[in-house]
Antibody, heavy 118, light 107 residues
Framework: EVQLVESGGGLVQPGGSVRLSCAAS????????MNWVRQAPGKGLEWVSY????????YYADSVKGRFTISRDNANSSLFLQMNNLRAEDTAIYYC???????????WGQGTLVTVSS | EIVLTQFPDFQSVTPKEKVTITCRAS??????LHWYQQKPNQSPKLLIR???QSMSGVPSRFSGSGSGTDFTLIIHSLEAEDAATYYC?????????FGQGTKVEIK
């Protein structure tokens, strides 16, 4: 069974940093591309970032470019999102999502809530 | 950026009725359009990929169609468990984008 379990969310002050993790299991992590997608409270879905198998092809949404960094550890089946210089508008549930063949999202984690507030 | 616009934003439907949700793209995306169901306090679940390919385990009352700029998700004979928000999503071009969502309520 495919499982994606995010962690690392919480309350952080504006301008602060947080690192999200996603532990993957039930599939061969190193053969899948991955995404982070977020959802502000009561709002819709917003794609945040993409990383390929090897971690050497990466894309970001303009809203987070220069502040967020996606990475992965294939040996430990883990995905990460380093979030710096956080703003109130970054408040959201952050989902780790699997991307088969780089074509769409087929599985989502349960999400981790990041709240940016003083 | 490709904008996806869903119609309607909200629909209140009686069980066994047919539900039709439309997703319109601001430019042609071929068949790179996918549909997700999100129930309250849950993560999204993939229902339909590439416009019309139903995922394993998804009830047969869900179907998708369309190509280019106009797409449709149909729930034939709505059931109570289908109360959720439905999102379309395009993977044709970066940044990947989502529709604003269509909330389906059971009357």
């Amino acid at each position: 069974e495919v499982q994606l379990v995010e962690s690392g969310g919480g309350l952080v002050q504006p301008g602060g940093s947080v690192r999200l993790s996603c532990a993957a299991s039930g599939f061969t992590f190193s053969t899948y591309e991955m995404n982070w997608v977020r959802q502000a409270p009561g709002k819709g879905l917003e794609w945040v970032s993409y990383i390929n198998f090897a971690g050497n092809v990466i894309y970001y949404a303009d809203s987070v470019k220069g502040r967020f960094t996606i990475s992965r550890d294939n040996a430990n089946s883990s995905l990460f999102l380093q979030m710096n210089n956080l703003r109130a508008e970054d408040t959201a549930i952050y989902y780790c999502a699997r991307v088969p063949f780089g074509e769409h999202i087929d599985y989502w984690g349960q999400g981790t809530l990041v709240t940016v507030s003083s | 950026e490709i904008v996806l616009t869903q119609f309607p934003d909200f629909q209140s439907v009686t069980p066994k009725e047919k539900v039709t949700i439309t997703c319109r793209a601001s430019q042609s995306i071929g068949s790179s359009l996918h549909w997700y169901q999100q129930k309250p306090n849950q993560s999204p679940k993939l229902l339909i990929r590439f416009a019309s390919q139903s995922m394993s385990g998804v009830p047969s009352r869900f179907s998708g169609s369309g190509s280019g700029t106009d797409f449709t998700l149909i729930i034939h004979s709505l059931e109570a468990e289908d109360a959720a928000t439905y999102y379309c999503h395009q993977s044709s071009d970066l940044p990947w984008t989502f529709g604003q969502g269509t909330k389906v309520e059971i009357k």
